[in-house]
């Protein structure tokens, strides 16, 4: 990872988090933002946090899914502009090993290299959307509301819009950084911002179902696919089909695949190792 070396996560049961809350419970990891008092707005101590807890997840052979989730009513605001501004408003985490650089949450999520839920059970403002599009999966209930006001602050959601890349139409990433307008959840789902609405009852069970499928499958394999369909855009479009068939053949030769194999082929459950 850019951030965080993987010798830097051996350190991780010393960490005492200042802002989120961590958890390993089988293969799945939480990540949990814990500042509800100001609404979960991020300071620079809490995107170190966060790409701490990234970074032990993806160096973590243990964790093979990711949930982001949040205390309070609001997911989250975005940055905490007074933090960011005046380093006397953040409080320092004396407990964290040195970042390698400065923290951004879009190249910490795409470095993850494993699935992630976000559970999102309230807004979605200005930078929190760097939290959920770097999301493999997004289940939100029905009540939660997105967007990216900060042209009403005289600002621009620069590195949301780089987020938004891919997933939301251009034309509908112009409409909400111009207007600053807020979208339900319905209309988040149908620009493709979101996987699945859910009710708030059943969003923690559909969220651990999730991850539970999630984990039954070939940890290595997922994890391969993840690292291919990345570099696609960057592979011209006459060489993608080669590249993904020496990803294949690649593969082929791993431990889990052998195991998915004679597990199909003798009728029982596979045992992943992961390689």
Known sequence: MQFYREKDIQKFDQVR????KTELKGHVFRITLNRPEKRN???PTMVKEITYALAYAHYTPEVRCVILEAKGPVFCAGADLNAFHNPDADIKNESL???QGEARLGDAFSQLLKPSIALVEGPVLAGGFLLICGCTFVLSVSEATFSLPEVKRGIWPMQVMESLTGLVPA???MEMAITGKSYSAAEALEMGLLTQVISPEQIQRE????ADLIC???PYAIQ???KAFQKLPSIPAGDRHRFLKEQLDFLLLSEDAKEGTAAFREKRNPIWKGK
Request: charged share 25%; no cysteine.
């Open 216 to 218: 039954e499958n070939a």
């Open 41 to 43: 707005a991020f300071t």
């Open 17 to 20: 988090f200042v802002y989120v």
């Open 97 to 99: 090993p040195e970042i």
């Open 207 to 210: 969220a651990d179902k999730l």
């Open 224 to 226: 391969s696919g993840l």
């Open 171 to 173: 034309r509908k990433i």
